[in-house]
T-cell receptor
Framework: DTAVSQTPKYLVTQMGNDKSIKCEQN?????MYWYKQDSKKFLKIMFS???????INETVPNRFSPKSPDKAHLNLHINSLELGDSAVYFC??????????????FGPGTRLTVL | GEDVEQSLFLSVREGDSSVINCTYT??????LYWYKQEPGAGLQLLTY?????DMKQDQRLTVLLNKKDKHLSLRIADTQTGDSAIYFC???????????FGKGTTLSVSS
């Protein structure tokens, strides 16, 4: 059973389009995250949600909007896609946040290519 | 601010030991992690260490933490070609709400 799953695995789209990436975890975790990995493999936190509430919103353009319909899902919607948005986006989850351990489990990633 | 630094590349021969080093800036970090990323794959947690520990061993992996120097290392004994991957060091941010990653060390193992 896949613990953290993301769809789609690959996404190729034109500049200016709007797209969504979905993430689901079946671990019963309370906290979910989105990370962006750029072409140089550098990983950076974008958002963190705990029990459907936003905890972290790093310096991310407001074209990016996370949505958490329930504790097990955290989707990422991106408006007006730009070339610089091309990257691999990873979803992750952890039991809690700010607690004694923040062991995070990562999804397989979604490779977004903006043409 | 919080920052994590790693060397970018390491090349070893099969059977040798690999040591990947990392330095971090936040002295209040409670947990430090090592993640492995194989080509085209997601991140896999290898091991973590709590800040009150100096060393942790798990089979072929040994983590050493020097809190005074804010230095973390991962030693892989008897390195195999299957260990070729990118290894990320990460610290938990001050609020405990996200991981701060280093840029990753690409380990290349030759036979």
């Amino acid at each position: 059973d896949t613990a953290v799953s993301q769809t789609p695995k690959y996404l190729v789209t034109q500049m200016g389009n709007d797209k969504s990436i979905k993430c689901e975890q079946n671990l019963g975790h309370d906290t979910m995250y989105w990370y962006k990995q750029d072409s140089k493999k550098f990983l950076k936190i974008m958002f963190s949600y705990n029990n459907k509430e936003l905890i972290i919103n790093e310096t991310v353009p407001n074209r990016f909007s996370p949505k958490s319909p329930d504790k097990a899902h955290l989707n990422l919607h991106i408006n007006s896609l730009e070339l610089g948005d091309s990257a691999v986006y990873f979803c992750a989850s952890s039991q809690d946040h700010g607690g004694t351990n923040n062991e995070q489990f990562f999804g397989p990633g979604t490779r977004l290519t903006v043409l | 601010g919080e920052d994590v630094e790693q060397s970018l590349f390491l090349s070893v021969r099969e059977g040798d030991s690999s040591v990947i080093n990392c330095t971090y800036t936040d002295s209040s970090s409670t947990y430090l992690y090592w993640y492995k990323q194989e080509p085209g794959a997601g991140l896999q947690l290898l091991t973590y260490i709590f800040s009150n520990m100096d060393m942790k061993q798990d089979q072929r992996l040994t983590v050493l933490l020097n809190k005074k120097d804010k230095h973390l290392s991962l030693r892989i004994a008897d390195t195999q070609t299957g260990d070729s991957a990118i290894y990320f060091c990460a610290e938990l941010n001050q609020a405990g709400t996200a991981l701060i990653f280093g840029k990753g060390t690409t380990l290349s193992v030759s036979s």
